[in-house]
Structures are given as structure tokens and as C-alpha cells.
């Protein structure tokens, strides 16, 4: 399975940015899509979760209500609307997958994993 990510940038405090993650590859067992940032020195750390039907969705406490990650028809690719940004939201962000239908906020719960894409909020 391949990961692209795409849709980062740069945005002010209080802005939104939309992001995008494209599955390829064998995907027919993919069950379920996350995504995590990680900052210089700091560990990855979890954003939020969605099983492959949409049926199941996880956030981190610190996004919750400000983010919303989401499935399009396709169910390959998985969205994550932010909004609300705060400058502490600013980090890498990348996508992950797993063949679980667990959900998982641990980085141990995604085989799969795409390049960052940079998110940026600053004035």
C-alpha cells in the first residue's frame, strides 16, 4: 500500500486547511486510516482515525471539535479538515493505514505509512 499526502501549507491563526490522503497498492485489505504529526524532537503523536466505511472515528483530545477527518466515495482516500488553527498545530502531518479494523491511536497500529506534508500556522 502507498500513501500520498497532500494539501499542507500555510495558513494564520484561525484559518483552516484542508488535507488529503490517496491510497494505492493493494488496498483490499486496508480497514482502517489515520493521521499523526510530529514536530523537531518531539514523537509522532496521534490527530485522529477512521475505519475504511466511516463508521468509526477517533480524535485526539487536542483536535476534537476544531478537526474533522472524513472518507470520500472512494473510500481509498481519507480528508482531514482543520479549522481553528492554532500555531501549536504546526507540524509535519502524515498519513497512515492499517489492515486492522482496530482502531488505533498508536503509531504501532499502522503497517502503512505516506510522506509528511508540511502544515504551517503563523501570522
Known amino acids: 500500500v502507498q500513501l500520498q499526502a497532500s494539501g499542507g501549507g500555510l495558513v494564520r491563526p484561525g484559518g483552516s486547511l484542508t488535507l488529503s490522503c490517496t491510497a494505492s497498492?493493494?488496498?483490499?485489505?486496508?480497514?482502517?486510516m489515520a493521521w499523526f504529526r510530529q514536530t523537531p524532537g518531539k514523537e509522532r503523536e496521534f490527530v485522529a482515525t477512521?475505519?475504511?466505511?466511516?463508521?468509526?472515528?477517533v480524535y485526539a483530545e487536542s483536535v476534537k471539535g476544531r478537526f474533522t477527518i472524513s472518507k470520500d466515495g472512494a473510500e481509498n482516500t481519507v480528508n482531514l479538515q482543520m479549522s481553528s488553527l492554532k500555531p501549536e498545530d504546526t507540524a509535519v502531518y502524515y498519513c497512515a493505514a492499517d489492515d486492522s479494523v482496530m482502531l488505533s491511536i498508536k503509531i504501532r497500529g499502522y503497517a502503512y505509512w505516506g510522506q509528511g506534508t508540511q502544515v504551517t500556522v503563523s501570522s
Open positions: 477512521i475505519t475504511r466505511r466511516g463508521d468509526g472515528i
Open positions: 497498492g493493494r488496498t483490499s485489505g486496508m480497514s482502517t
